[in-house]
């Protein structure tokens, strides 16, 4: 049984290798200074923080193309002072590849938050969606004014990209770019998988005083 499953696992990862070559050809046929440019440099303007989820692709859903974005993706979308992947991820991009722009972007319908929500036990994940369990209890009150499960879930997505955005704001790393005249803003999105839109979140923060004018989108 078990050289029966390392077969299928084989020919699932061969199946997903030819794909890819095939990708690869028609992709150069189509441009052939594709992956010329690609190699030379990375220059996004953007950093996304998105959620793991397999539907929320950042390229496809912008429309851009590989080194035009950069990406950091995480369940739920979360931004955590003490998750030194994700600050690396954003000093990085900050620092390095001065992008002009960083989205948070939640989707509805996300499992993570719905589990947050429900107050659903998973197990380790548990610890880290304890973090869209603070977004809750702090917005409980216009979280249960909606009347079925589906709108309070969609509430709760909303609530934790601001919040995350938010986070993103009062890291150090975007604090001292601001201070030096660094240009760059943070934006929460929302993703629909229902039609594939984008939705916009607040007007976003340009600068350290722009915070408590996107807190209020909390209250």
């Excluded at 912008?62 to 950069?70: H, S, T, V």
């Excluded at 979360?78 to 990085?92: G, P, T």
């Excluded at 993570?112 to 917005?139: M, P, S, T």
């Excluded at 609530?159 to 201070?179: G, H, K, P, R, Y």
Aim: glycine fraction near 6%; proline fraction near 2%; charge should be negative.
């Amino acid at each position: 049984m078990a050289h029966s499953t390392d077969n299928l696992n084989a020919d699932e990862l061969d199946r997903l290798l030819q794909q890819n070559r095939h990708w690869a050809k028609v992709t150069a046929q189509a441009q052939p200074d594709f992956f010329t440019k690609l190699e030379s440099q990375q220059s996004p303007r953007f950093l996304w923080i998105g959620c793991s989820d397999s539907r929320v692709p950042a390229n496809q859903i912008l429309g851009l193309l590989p080194g035009e974005i950069f990406v950091h993706r995480n369940v739920a979308n979360v931004v955590v002072h003490s998750d030194l992947n994700c600050l690396s991820v954003v000093q990085y991009a900050v620092e390095v590849l001065k992008v002009e722009h960083i989205i948070v972007c939640g989707h509805y319908g996300c499992g993570g938050v719905n589990a947050a929500l429900l107050g659903q036990k998973f197990g380790l994940i548990d610890n880290w969606l304890r973090h869209v369990q603070d977004v809750y209890k702090r917005n409980q009150t216009c979280v249960f004014e909606l009347s079925d499960h589906k709108s309070r879930l969609n509430k709760l997505c909303e609530l934790n990209a601001l919040e995350q955005a938010i986070n993103v704001a009062e890291t150090t790393i975007l604090q001292d770019a601001w201070s030096r005249g660094q240009q760059i803003s943070v934006h929460a999105l929302v993703y629909d998988l229902h039609d594939g839109i984008l939705k916009r979140l607040g007007r976003g923060i340009a600068g350290a005083t722009d915070i408590e004018t996107h807190r209020l989108l909390l209250a």
